[in-house]
Each structure stands twice: as structure tokens, then as C-alpha cells.
């Protein structure tokens, strides 16, 4: 199957899709689709690649990517915690018609289009938006149709999150989605490790100065950049989950080797230094 451009199976007949998956993990290879992909996840946590941020994922969240956004799941399976399972709705803009969604009567849901751009991840979704998710699987068309109305509307009013800062508005080309894959793989496994620039090109299969800039032009971030940023997520996660660490053991388990430059790439980051952000976390 190829990374670019990953087709959702569709017949000519069908405006959107519904899909559940039940996987030990998500799929987990860096792709992009036209269709816009809402997704409720209902078991498994993680973290997701979105076009130039990586952010993490728990049950209960519900991720929304829009058109031809580049991301990843990347599924955590080093604690058993069951199946990893999404309800996952794909569309497009122009599936109901090139006009329907400026008709006057949705202009309720304009913020929804213009929000998704890079791609939003809504924690806490109300009961009520859950309990129409779950009702996609034995509704008819009909009754699907006006499920999706609801929550794109609901969804239009919602606190969110956005899990880019860059809009991506063409289509990487199938050897560049291999080339990036191989390059969040290597990064994904080893962040918890040194990582040379030497290292990262050979694995691109490109010189230094090559990769630098196209990692960068892809990214609109330097390769270290997004590297620190990988090593920041893992570092909160492991404050929030493992209270009983120290902050020295922290930064050493996320790849630092000098705990001053740990915390003030953590503040620049989480806003918060280490120590404030665990504090934080037990007044809450």
C-alpha cells in the first residue's frame, strides 16, 4: 500500500464513510487522504504526528484531521491496556454537493472547516457528542447524515486543541511519504537516544545539507527542533504517569544528558518548567 496518497475505501454511491478499527495498533504509517477524518478513540493512547507537532492521544479523545494533513499514530504498547479501538467518520468537502456547505442554513458550522485546517483534538467531548458517535455503527444513511450535521456543529462549539501549526495544501509524493516514514520510524524507536545528524541522513539516504533542508522544508521546523519536541511529550508523559521519578531521572529517560538544557527546552515548550508542571499536576 503506498504512504502517498492512502485512498479511504469508498463507492461512488456513498457521501462518507464509517469505520471502526480494532487493532493491537492504529495504522501506523505517515499518510495523508482527501477526505476530512474525524475519529473517536475509544481504548488505547498514544502519540500523533500532525504536519509539524506531535501530541498526545488518550481514550476518549477525539481527533479531527482535515484535508490531505499529514499524520501518524503511533500506538503505546508498553502497557497492556487491551485493543486500540477507533470510530472514525472520512468525507470530503464537496462529497454532498460543491455548494451544499455554503448553503445559509450551515453557517453554524463554518468555524468547524476553517478550525480543521491543522487538524484539532477535543478532549472531554460532552456525553452527547460521544453517544451519537456510537450511534453511526446500526444507523441508515439518513439517520447517519444527520448524526454527522450534529456533531460538526457541536464540534463548530467546542473547546479545542490544534495539533499543527502548518497547513499542507498538496499532496506529498509517494516517494517523499516513504522517505519521511522512515525518518519519524528511526526517531520514534531511538529518541530516548543520541541521534546524529550523520545518523538521521544515512537513514534518509541524503547528505547532511540535503536532508537539513528538506527536512525543514517539509516541517517548517529543523530536524532537532522536532526532536526535542518528541522528547518534551515523552518527558510529560512521564511526569504525569510516574509520579514517583525524579525530574533528573525524567530528562535522562527522555533523551537529555544535561538536565539544565532539559528544563529550559521544557519551558520553552510546556510554557512551565518541569518542576512546575509536576506541581501542577497535584494540585489538580
Not at 507537532?53 to 499524520?71: A, R
Not at 453554524?108 to 491543522?118: D, L, S, T, W
Not at 439517520?143 to 456543529?153: G, S, T
Not at 524507536?189 to 547528505?207: C, F, G, P, R, V
Request: include cysteine; aromatic fraction near 14%; hydrophobic fraction near 40%.
Amino acid at each position: 500500500m503506498k504512504v502517498f496518497p492512502f485512498k479511504i475505501p469508498k463507492s461512488s454511491e456513498e457521501a462518507f464513510i464509517y469505520q471502526e478499527d480494532c487493532e493491537t495498533i492504529f495504522y501506523d504509517k505517515y499518510h495523508q487522504h482527501e477526505e476530512i477524518q474525524i475519529s473517536y478513540i475509544k481504548n488505547g493512547e498514544g502519540k500523533i504526528l500532525v504536519g509539524d507537532m506531535i501530541t498526545e492521544y488518550q481514550k476518549g479523545d477525539i481527533i479531527i484531521l482535515g484535508s490531505n494533513l499529514p499524520h501518524v499514530f503511533k500506538s503505546d504498547t508498553s502497557e497492556s491496556k487491551g485493543m486500540s479501538v477507533m470510530y472514525t467518520v472520512f468525507f470530503t468537502e464537496n462529497g454532498f454537493g460543491k455548494d451544499f456547505f455554503n448553503l445559509p442554513e450551515l453557517n453554524a458550522v463554518e468555524p468547524f472547516f476553517k478550525a480543521i485546517k491543522n487538524g484539532i483534538q477535543i478532549r472531554d467531548a460532552k456525553p452527547s457528542i460521544i453517544r451519537k458517535f456510537k450511534k453511526f455503527k446500526e444507523a441508515d444513511k439518513y439517520d447517519r447524515f444527520m448524526l454527522l450535521m450534529y456533531m460538526l456543529k457541536a464540534f463548530s462549539q467546542s473547546d479545542k486543541k490544534h495539533l499543527s501549526n502548518y497547513v499542507f495544501n498538496k499532496p506529498f509524493t509517494d516517494a517523499e511519504g516513504k522517505r519521511m516514514q522512515m525518518v519519524f520510524d528511526f526517531v520514534m524507536t531511538h529518541y530516548q537516544k543520541s541521534i546524529t545528524l550523520d545518523e538521521i541522513a544515512q537513514i534518509a539516504n541524503m547528505t547532511k545539507n540535503a536532508f537539513c533542508k528538506y527536512f525543514k522544508t517539509r516541517t517548517k521546523k529543523t530536524f532537532f527542533q522536532f526532536l526535542i519536541e518528541i522528547r518534551i511529550e515523552h518527558a510529560a508523559k512521564l511526569l504525569i504517569k510516574n509520579k514517583e521519578l525524579s525530574i533528573i531521572e525524567i530528562s535522562e529517560l527522555s533523551g537529555f544528558n544535561n538536565i539544565s538544557n532539559f528544563n529550559k527546552k521544557f519551558k520553552e515548550i510546556k510554557k512551565k518548567t518541569p518542576f512546575e508542571f509536576k506541581n501542577s499536576l497535584i494540585k489538580n
